[in-house]
């Protein structure tokens, strides 16, 4: 972190920031509030269960800053100078950013509350909040935040694989996926069976995948348009 709120939380509960790129770690917490002294107090509560937190004072130094990559549940308040909460969500959502976001406001209402819920939101807490009940959520979503990134990084992969198959290639998978036999993709495609079969043969080695099965079960899981 660079900025001299991360610094003092990472210090504070005797982190030191280039820790979280020697070796793997487990899901970090990021608070977003224009609030120090929130963000201090809510650093020392995740610090006293042994989770570490990074600060920031305000949305635009979040994204400026934070690792899309590591695994994290991020603390967003709602009202802050320049972006709001709500547009830092949207933000994340266009990002496909996978990280669990939790509200905490001293200006909620039930539109609010609503709004960010729908839009993914896993909770909405009141300002001030009580300590045991926000490491409750906070604990709950880190362990949901480790499934999300394997996910999310999984799907990344299977995305990656297909872009390296070709607009045909493309077209026969997406008829395999349909569960059509090569018989009734060649007619469709106006081709024969035996082209048909070598693109089949193609995509399972363009993709790395054991079987166009193992693909298709992929693809369908992670729920990804060819």
């Known amino acids: 972190m660079t900025t001299a709120a991360a610094s003092a939380a990472v210090s504070a509960v005797g982190w030191h920031a280039c ?6 770690m487990p899901p970090v ?18 610090g006293s269960v042994g989770i570490e937190a990074y600060t920031y004072p305000d949305a635009t130094v979040f994204l400026t800053e934070f690792d899309p990559d590591e695994p994290a549940v991020v ?25 669990p976001v939790i509200f905490c406001s001293a200006h909620g209402d039930i539109p609010m509350s ?45 995305r990656r694989r297909l872009d390296t198959l070709t607009q045909r290639e493309r077209e026969v998978l997406r008829l395999v996926i349909d569960g059509l036999p090569s ?19 193609r995509i399972k ?9 193992a693909l298709v079960r992929d693809v369908l899981l992670r729920q990804i348009t060819v």
């Open 114 to 158: 609503v709004r960010a819920l729908t839009q993914g939101a896993v909770n909405f807490l009141e300002k001030p909040y009580e300590p045991q009940r926000m490491l409750e959520i906070v604990q709950e979503q880190l362990r949901e935040a480790g499934q999300r990134f394997a996910d999310h990084q999984h799907r990344q992969d299977v």
């Open 19 to 24: 820790d979280r790129y020697d070796h793997p």
């Open 183 to 201: 018989q009734v993709i060649a007619r469709q495609l106006g081709t024969s069976v035996k082209t048909i079969d070598v693109h089949r043969a």
């Open 29 to 46: 917490v990021h608070i977003v509030d224009d609030d120090e002294d929130l963000r201090q107090s809510l650093v020392f509560l995740l």
């Open 75 to 99: 603390i967003v308040d709602v009202r802050m100078p320049g972006l709001s909460g709500f547009e830092l969500q949207e933000r994340l959502l266009a990002r496909d950013y996978p990280a």
């Open 205 to 213: 080695a363009k993709t790395g995948a054991e079987s166009l099965g």
